[in-house]
């Protein structure tokens, strides 16, 4: 049979030797990367606009107590830059913007109404003119056969109020009080009161075509 010759313990001298020659060139790698981490800070704020600074891991900052202009902003590498405003949507104009509320009820508005009682009928009323800041008009209830020009009275806040002056008065109560407010270009309020002030019929009118 044939015996293993025991293995010769090894120098331990070549390892320190080695870690000896390692030591000094892992020190100067530490030395060398935290120059180059100090270098690259220093790279970094050179690219800093005015008024910021390089901060690690963020970039670009603004300098405490640095601001704006007003109407700019902040932005890394750049500086104050201007706001970039969204464009104001246009507001829809009213149909009579600047009219005065006179003018606002010139047409023919045309509906139907319902007095208390239940009983409905037609209405039609036609503002054709504006004499000295007061409507000027007609008034019919096709339905009750009754036609009538319209006497305006006073103004009550955004009301225009009439009386009701007949020229066929067919089924109609003489001597009515109407009011008419503009509600907006394509419609009017209406309300019709006895000559004592009840109020018997509400409702609203369109503008014809």
């Not at 293995?7 to 020659?21: E, K, Q």
């Not at 100090?38 to 900052?61: D, L, M, P, T, Y």
């Not at 007061?134 to 056969?145: C, F, H, K």
């Not at 000559?195 to 609203?204: E, I, K, L, S």
């Amino acid at each position: 049979m044939h015996l293993r010759s025991a293995p010769r313990p090894r120098s331990s001298f070549g390892w320190r030797r080695r870690v000896a020659l390692v030591s000094p060139l892992l020190g100067l790698t530490l030395l060398t990367a935290a120059s180059c981490n100090q270098e690259g800070g220093s790279s970094g704020a050179a690219k800093c606009a005015s008024g910021s600074h390089f901060e690690a891991g963020k970039g670009c900052v603004a300098d405490p107590g640095a601001a704006c202009p007003l109407g700019t902003h902040f932005e890394a590498e750049k500086g104050c830059v201007p706001d970039i405003m969204p464009a104001p949507s246009a507001a829809a104009p009213a149909a009579s913007a600047g009219a005065s509320p006179a003018a606002e009820l010139v047409g023919t508005w045309s509906g139907k109404g319902c007095q208390k009682d239940g009983s409905c009928w037609t209405i039609k009323v036609v503002i054709d003119s504006v004499r000295d800041g007061r409507p000027v008009g007609t008034i019919a209830y096709p339905s009750l056969g009754c036609e009538a020009r319209l006497e305006f009275t006073r103004w009550d806040a955004k009301d225009a109020v009439f009386m009701e002056q007949y020229t066929k008065q067919g089924r109609c109560v003489p001597n009515g009080t109407l009011r008419l407010r503009v509600i907006d270009a394509k419609k009017v309020s209406y309300e019709w009161a006895f000559p004592d002030g009840r109020v018997d019929a509400v409702t609203m009118l369109e503008r014809a075509p």
